[in-house]
């Protein structure tokens, strides 16, 4: 069964662009919608199984409610106060390693991009949304902004809940379309919806997405510039979110502030040529299956 197999190869390393059970690829009426919006929930992308076993496995490394890691100074981002985070858990575990170099994640994100071209996985985090009733600082909401993106095109980001998620938790939210605006500001920065249209006045004409409801396995993925923001967890359980992210292997650093790129001797206008950004995925050779 692909699911017990997936926990069985945890704990052999293996080449990026391996194969791992249990992810699906993405539709292309997924990819047509996801080009208008900007963002795609992708119903079961991921065996519920497979996602389990990420879960204990995140479990293992924050405890049982998302509370107990100490922030590693200078590693773990700042989400707070908006999630309890843990960076890079593909470093330490290799079921989260599997995944982010499946070949499968790199394949969609190709996909979804709209041309058949390697990708890098770029870096990981879980962001564990606290209920706010038990931690103040760990469950509010998180402004609107786009991801910051130090490259010269677009990337993709996969929001995979590892629980259940309900709109309460404070799942995701989108204004769809935004991303055909380019950048609006800085990226990463987060304000309040007053001040992004006050910031881009054309975002008013963006539907703001649903708050969505997902099952184990549900993902989101969405694109670099697409503005979004998640509500408050006024639930009363912990918002497991896991969150890779993924470029086009031919995207060069444009310069833009980052630590984690430039602390790995790339310099503006290199691309991202480094055993920590593998290429996960490759196209099949011209005249090949794609
Ligand atoms: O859900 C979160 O905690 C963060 C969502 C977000 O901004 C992202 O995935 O880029
Ligand atoms: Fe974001």
Not at 19 to 29: K, S
Not at 76 to 81: C, I, K, L, R, V
Not at 122 to 136: H, M, T
Request: aromatic share 10%; with cysteine.
């Amino acid at each position: 069964m692909s699911i017990r197999h997936a926990e069985e190869a945890g704990t052999a390393a293996r080449p990026a662009g391996t194969d791992v059970p249990g992810i699906r690829e993405v539709t292309q009426d997924e990819i047509t919608r996801f080009w208008e919006n900007g963002w795609i929930r992708l119903p079961r992308l991921i065996d519920p199984g497979l996602v389990n076993f990420l879960l204990e496995r995140a479990q293992r490394l924050m405890g049982p409610n998302g509370d107990a890691n100490e922030e590693r100074l200078g590693f773990d981002f700042e989400t707070s106060p908006a999630s309890q985070s843990f960076r890079s858990p593909s470093e330490v575990d290799e079921l989260f390693q599997q995944v982010v170099h499946s070949r499968q994640l790199g394949r969609n994100a190709a996909l979804l991009l709209g041309r058949d071209h390697a990708q890098r996985f770029f870096d990981d985090i879980l962001l564990v949304k606290l209920p706010l009733s038990q931690r103040e600082d760990r469950g509010q909401a998180l402004g609107w902004h786009q991801d910051k993106n130090p490259t010269d095109r677009s990337w993709i980001y996969f929001w995979i809940p590892l629980d259940h998620v309900t709109p309460e938790q404070g799942a995701v939210r989108y204004l769809s379309g935004s991303h055909k605006l380019g950048p609006l500001w800085r990226g990463g920065a987060c304000v309040d919806l007053d001040e992004a249209y006050r910031l881009a006045p054309r975002l008013r004409s963006c539907e703001m997405s649903d708050e969505l409801s997902f099952e184990p396995g549900d993902v989101m993925a969405h694109c670099s510039w697409v503005v979004h923001g998640t509500d408050a967890n006024v639930g009363d359980r912990a918002r497991w979110v896991y969150r890779p992210s993924f470029l086009p292997a031919d995207a060069v650093y444009m310069g833009v502030p980052s630590p984690t790129i430039a602390e790995r001797g790339i310099h503006p206008f290199d691309v991202l040529d480094h055993p920590d950004f593998p290429v996960v995925y490759q196209p099949a050779p011209a005249g090949g299956a794609g």
